[in-house]
């Protein structure tokens, strides 16, 4: 079964940084891409940044654009977000899910998350 699971998230203050990582089980990464999406309290789920299965070609949210960087290690079976200069905005529930591509659906079904909290 194919199943990812986030964790890295905290309480940081703003323009701190924080890492998130996805650990993938069940499948290997680099045949994959990986999205990382997130949703705040009251808000639709929106999409932060995806990588392709080779790991050659991101996408990032402009929101996030120059601030955030996606990565993965497929010897690890881990995609990473490098989240740097962190602000409230940020807050919410991150989560990952596997594509076969970067625009099309998901395969793999939400997890839990992990939650980031952006304050002073």
């Known amino acids: 079964q194919l199943q990812l699971v986030e964790s890295g998230g905290g309480l940081v203050q703003p323009g701190e940084s924080l890492r998130l990582s996805c650990a993938a089980s069940?499948?290997?990464?680099?045949?994959?891409?990986i999205g990382w999406f997130r949703q705040a309290p009251g808000k639709e789920r929106e999409g932060v940044s995806c990588i392709s299965g080779s790991g050659g070609s991101t996408k990032y949210a402009d929101s996030v654009k120059g601030r955030f960087t996606i990565s993965k290690d497929n010897d690890k079976n881990t995609v990473y977000l490098q989240m740097n200069s962190l602000k409230p905005e940020d807050t919410a529930v991150y989560y990952c899910?596997?594509?076969?591509?970067?625009?099309?659906?998901?395969?793999?079904?939400w997890g839990q998350g992990t939650q980031v909290t952006v304050s002073s």
């Open positions: 899910a596997a594509h076969y591509y970067c625009s099309g659906p998901r395969i793999t079904n």
């Open positions: 069940g499948f290997t990464l680099g045949y994959y891409a």
